[in-house]
Nanobody, 122 residues
Framework: VQLQASGGGLVQAGGSLRLSCAAS????????MEWYRQAPGKQRELVAT???????NYADSVKGRFTISRENAANTVYLQMNSLKPEDTAVYLCAADYTQIRDDGTVVGRAWGQGTQVTVSS
């Protein structure tokens, strides 16, 4: 299972970006999908989570500004980021918990995307 993230870039403070992350491979179902971010010298931070049924959770630092959504048929998760601040600058990574139903049994795993850089200038 592979995740491909896209949509990062350079934006001025107050601007918006939309990140996408598409899963591919042998997937029976994808359960929780998440966005993380990691800034230089800082620990990885969970930004937003969405369950298969659409229940969402956000870090306090992005509530009201970021919206996570997903398209189950396309195995894709999105992160709409509005009112961006310089402190949002980081590499954004997506993660997905998946299930594979195989002839030799069911496999549950977690896949990670390669990350996409978001830079917000002041």
């Amino acid at each position: 299972v592979q995740l491909q993230a896209s949509g990062g870039g350079l934006v001025q403070a107050g601007g918006s970006l939309r990140l996408s992350c598409a899963a591919s491979g042998s997937i029976s179902s994808i359960n929780t999908m998440e966005w993380y971010r990691q800034a230089p010298g800082k620990q990885r931070e969970l930004v937003a989570t969405i369950g298969r049924g659409g229940v969402t959770n956000y870090a306090d630092s992005v509530k009201g500004r970021f919206t996570i959504s997903r398209e189950n048929a396309a195995n894709t998760v999105y992160l709409q980021m509005n009112s961006l601040k310089p402190e949002d600058t980081a590499v954004y990574l997506c993660a997905a918990d998946y299930t594979q139903i195989r002839d030799d049994g069911t496999v549950v795993g977690r896949a990670w995307g390669q990350g996409t850089q978001v830079t917000v200038s002041s």
